[in-house]
DNA sequence: TTGACTTTAGACCGGTCCGTCTACACAACT
DNA sequence: AGTTGTGTAGACGGACCGGTCTAAAGTCAA
């Protein structure tokens, strides 16, 4: 009656290759190394996989969608009523930036280190960032904003500099900063 | 009579490296690369330059002082009243992003591909950001704020902001958007 | 039991990585 | 004329790159 050990292997090199790429990078990373810590068999990873470039692309796309279900829900726990939700957001980007695996936005990274902009994992991080745009266009409806949709693009600017800034400065502050001109430009929205 | 044909060859391999690790990237250029597109000796590289890290090193600082100067310089060409100095910030952004070969902020790039920490890229990365915000910090106290230097670090998440999605979008609107936020927090400071 | 499919381990390919080394050319200065 | 310093061209080393191939072992259902 044992459950097969959860040995889905297609999903095992997922999970390597997702945390390798974040923790020290596309280029940096071989297949070899993700082989190797995957315990799994070279021609395996390519049964599975077309090449290093689908699996990236692959890799990039379930880390989005894992992201954004575990922001949203931190989000949703901090606050309620919609105006606090925004602010929320930069409380849940703080406590990301203090966490000792952070190392910034695995989609920047994914569009800086691809320079190809024909590269399908560019389109997953263009991708990223309309969801994540979407996603607060939806608080800043749901908080009763007129305009909401351009409040969002606003405040996403925040979020991804407080994030660039957070990787560069080697702190968190840079959430708190944003949070502050978050609630300056609600106040006068 | 005639000059030397302006052959400095560290400068030149200089340039070279900055060109290539901008367009393409850190990690995606070799060293070979650099030697052949320069048309110098791989030996003359490495007589002036201790190794890849170092040239990288040196490039980027090289490139920061370059770059800032020529950002201040746009700035203070666009406006003259210190107010609208830091509104003509997002618009030299604008143009920027504008420019065919922009491909992001070479030190927020080298930030994210250089994962390791220690690498002195990070530090120069780091440096450009301080002296960036010592800029702004400048015009707005110039422009008579006070708490100048709490203005400057949430104008630099704009910038930073707008760069980054400049990148990903594709597109110069971020910068337009971002100086829609500044002008905001400016009549709110 | 047979047959179809997956996975394994590792050799192997051509190419590139960073860095070193050699052997030689051309200066400039003494 | 000889020395010193800087440059050239390219071979070379060992490691790694992404990707293919093979031969054997494991798995599962008919």
Redesign the pocket.
Known sequence: MEM?PS????EKILDVATDLFYREGI????????VKES?????????????????IAEALKRHGEQWRADFVASVEKKAKAPWDKILAVFDTLEAWFDGKEFRGCAFINAAVELADTRHAGRKISADHMKHIRDYLASLTQEAGFKRSGELAGQLQLLVQGAIVAAVIEGSSDSARRARKVAATILENA
Do not use: C, E, Q, W
Request: no cysteine; aromatic share 6%.
């Open positions: 097969p040995t889905n292997l297609r280029h940096a990373v071989g297949v070899d190394r993700i315990g799994v068999a070279k021609m395996t990873l390519y049964n599975h996989f077309d090449s290093k470039d689908t699996l």
